[in-house]
């Protein structure tokens, strides 16, 4: 691998000094027998890279090609890497499956900002075996730029991307990450991410694909007046797992972070929703809220949802909000009074459920494709109750 990329207080330790990732441990609780796909993980062989003109890159995780140049962003092939993207973090926790990641990257590369762009450069990765693909995003003081990150059908094989973003004072970076391959894969996210003064990053999820999506995203709001937000949804059906893991760290003063996650799980589908604010000492007029919802559709389905909030400082404004369980009755009565049977409401409720998140002006690129897999989703899971009945 590329040792630029390895940051000072990893140096000294490899994979080796790290005990094996378990369901004991808070990161990765709840996830059952997935956990064995993630110790001592062994990468495959790269395949074919297939170039869509859709998107502006395309990477197979060993290699990549750009399929249509934006100017203002200089692209460096991973092993050509002089500088890493975080050199050194603050809160940012590694335990064995993290540092494998960096260990056995396949292949990768770094986006270095130039200057602002307005349109969102989309990158579609691809996986035939096991691949491990680098992402590093680095945002020049006063830029600002937007990027999807996109896993869909070519995602054959399990994923496991590690993502570094560093914002410099009063950057800004909309992201959106897109899951939805078909496939019966993991996609493993682990994305962190540091910010300095008056810098801003938002955060678009979309998770509907694999059969074990998981994203970690850390967060460190360094700098005064940085700001976080996230919004996001899933939808599981059939076995699927949709694990969701945000920690941000509030260290500067006048920092904000809005979370707001959305999940509807029918079959025996699962969800988990792990989010924690922590505000450490000195971090004065810190404003967070986090917010996860959950509509359960069959008996067999479940959710968990763990809202945290660590607080070490006075004169700081949080709050925090979960929900798991079926559409409350008294929604079914307003709506079938309008002379709407239970089923066409329920799908009205659950479209409107979303909606929250998917019909803000930062998911318009996106909305009617996500719309569609969502309506999809849904209708998956009736058709499976019919069958059943």
Request: aromatic fraction near 8%; glycine fraction near 6%.
């Amino acid at each position: 691998m590329n040792t630029k990329l390895v940051e000072k207080n990893l140096i000294k330790k490899t994979s080796k000094d790290f005990s094996a990732v378990s369901v004991k441990d808070e990161d990765w609780k709840y996830i059952g027998k997935n956990i064995y796909t993630v110790n001592e993980f062994e990468v495959g062989k790269p395949g074919k890279l297939e170039k869509n003109e859709n998107f502006n890159l395309d990477s197979n995780c060993y290699e990549f090609a750009i399929n249509t140049n934006e100017k203002n962003i200089e692209i460096i092939d991973l092993e050509e890497i002089k500088k890493s993207t975080i050199d050194e973090s603050i809160k940012r926790p590694f335990d064995k499956f993290s540092v494998e990641q960096f260990e056995k990257l396949t292949g990768g590369f770094q986006l270095n900002v130039k200057d602002d762009f307005s349109d969102y450069f989309s990158i579609n990765f691809q996986s035939e075996e096991t691949s491990v693909p680098y992402l590093g995003v680095n945002m020049t003081k006063n830029k600002s730029g937007k990027l999807l990150l996109n896993f869909g059908e070519l995602i054959r094989g399990d994923i496991f991307p590690t993502i570094e973003i560093f914002l410099e004072q009063n950057a800004s970076l909309e992201l959106i990450i897109n899951v939805t391959s078909k496939n019966d894969v993991s996609i493993i996210n682990n994305l962190y991410a540091k910010l300095l003064n008056d810098a801003n990053l938002s955060v678009h999820m979309i998770s509907t694909g694999g059969l074990f999506s998981r994203s970690r995203l850390d967060i460190d709001l360094f700098g005064n007046g940085a700001g976080f937000e996230i919004d996001g949804v899933y939808f599981g059906e059939n076995n699927q797992i949709h694990d969701t893991r945000v920690f941000v760290n509030h260290l500067g003063k006048s920092t904000t972070s809005n979370m707001i996650t959305k999940g509807v799980l029918g079959d025996e589908s699962s969800s988990i929703f792990t989010g924690t604010i922590h505000i450490a000492e000195g971090a004065v007029k810190t404003e967070s809220q986090q917010e996860n919802r959950n509509i359960i559709l069959t008996e067999k389905a479940s959710a968990q949802s763990v809202p945290n909030l660590e607080i070490l400082c006075d004169d700081v404004i949080c709050g925090h909000g979960s929900s798991v369980g079926p559409i409350d009755d008294t929604l079914y009565h307003y709506v079938m009074s309008r002379g709407i049977n239970k089923e066409d409401a329920e799908k009205l409720l659950i479209k409107g459920f979303f909606n929250e998140v998917i019909n803000e002006d930062p998911w318009d690129i996106i909305h009617d494709e996500v719309a569609d897999t969502l309506s999809e989703k849904y209708e998956n899971i009736l058709e499976r109750k019919s069958n059943e009945s």
